[in-house]
């Protein structure tokens, strides 16, 4: 898989339910899966593929007030799930994850770039992405595009998969939506101690009425 043209900075190792691991997770694949789909098109496709204007994307009002006890809530579950205490689930709606984005240290540099809803069982992202990083080929250029994903956690295996990815308002390619529809987005979530850790200690993530249920795993999860 070649490197994006952006990258979220990582997270710290203290399990990622800290820094909103949902938010993360999902903002971080979107990302990925956008700027693969613009690094195998830059090569002749540039322009059909990317504008000159970023996309104009909601901006989510929360006041500080709000934040602080968004992350008290978090913080709280967190606690928690590290001590395998019973615990009621984490309930995260489209309004908690982009205020997550937007005011978490670790994210908030892609508060403009990012934007995450949730539709049904479904995860739903839009995306402006500067094309900078790829030199005089990206200068100037903006990969806006949207995509829909599912997401779960069962039996400790995060999958997430698109379903369907459009940029620059027009669909993928059928031959690049099949393969992309076969591969779990998040099986990279694995190789940062800190996210592998925190799903250790779930026991599920799902999304259903338009909101992100993260359930707790009680009890010391077995080690690997």
Same mark, same amino acid.
């Given at each position: ?32 899966? %956008? ?55 984490? %309930? ?133």
């Amino acid at each position: 898989m070649p490197d994006p043209p952006y990258s979220a900075p990582p997270p710290k190792r203290r399990g990622c339910l800290f820094y909103g691991c949902l938010t993360s997770v999902v903002l971080g694949l979107i990302a990925v899966l %956008v700027a693969v789909v613009a690094v195998r098109a830059v090569k002749n496709k540039i322009y059909a593929y990317t504008e000159s204007q970023p996309a104009q994307l909601p901006k989510v009002e929360m006041t500080d007030a709000e934040f602080d006890s968004l992350k008290q809530r978090v913080a709280t579950f967190g606690e928690a799930m590290n001590q395998g205490k019973p615990s009621e689930p984490l %309930v995260l709606t489209e309004h908690d994850l982009n205020g997550l984005l937007a005011k978490s240290a670790q994210t908030k540099e892609l508060a403009d770039k990012v934007y995450v809803y949730l539709d049904g069982d479904e995860v739903k992202g839009q995306v402006s992405i500067p094309l900078s990083a790829l030199g005089w080929l990206g200068k100037g250029r903006f990969l806006n595009g949207e995509a829909t994903f599912k997401a779960s956690l069962e039996n400790g295996v995060l999958i997430v998969t698109a379903q369907e990815v459009e940029v620059k308002g027009k669909a993928l390619p059928g031959s690049i939506m099949k393969q992309l529809r076969q591969e779990n987005l998040a099986k990279d979530a694995y190789k940062d101690a800190g996210n592998a850790e925190t799903i250790r200690k779930l026991e599920s993530i799902r999304v259903e009425n338009s909101r992100a249920i993260i359930k707790a795993r009680e009890g010391k999860p077995a080690q690997p």
